[in-house]
């Protein structure tokens, strides 16, 4: 069982931004910039191109909804995605928010405290469609 699938149990807690029956969105609490949210399908798979095509298209259409809220809730010049994986064998979308391209390339990461990051996931929550 991999740690996210233990967040979606709610075994370990999260900053959650969104879910449905599907798919399980969440703040990285290790993350490149303010904002930086993983969003992950609740049947555990470890590669993205292992999904069914309707899986697949159903993460990504699920992943722009919850790209769009963190758009509308947090100040960027636009949010990247990054689909990697290799550092849990649990398909993820990183959804960044981008000021530059530093932000997206996993190397300098942003340090908020549990309040800033209840803060956060409330505000791209409430810009949830």
């Known amino acids: 069982m991999s740690i996210f699938t233990k967040i979606i149990n709610g075994e370990i807690p999260s900053y959650k931004i969104a879910e449905n029956d599907h798919f399980f969105a969440f703040l990285d609490i290790n993350p490149n910039a303010k904002g930086h949210t993983l ?15 309707e899986e697949y298209l159903s993460l990504m259409d699920f992943s722009y909804k919850v790209a769009k809220a963190i758009e509308k ?11 990697i994986g290799l550092e849990v064998p649990h398909v993820h979308v990183h959804l960044i928010p981008l000021q530059g391209m530093e932000d997206i390339q996993f190397q300098k990461k942003v340090s ?12 791209i929550s409430d810009c949830f469609e």
Request: charged share 35%; with cysteine.
């Open 39 to 53: 969003v992950v399908p609740k049947k555990e798979e470890n590669k993205l191109f292992d999904l069914s095509k």
């Open 73 to 83: 809730a947090i100040p960027c010049k636009r949010v990247g995605m990054s689909v």
């Open 112 to 123: 908020l405290s549990k309040e800033e990051l209840i803060t956060i996931a409330k505000k």
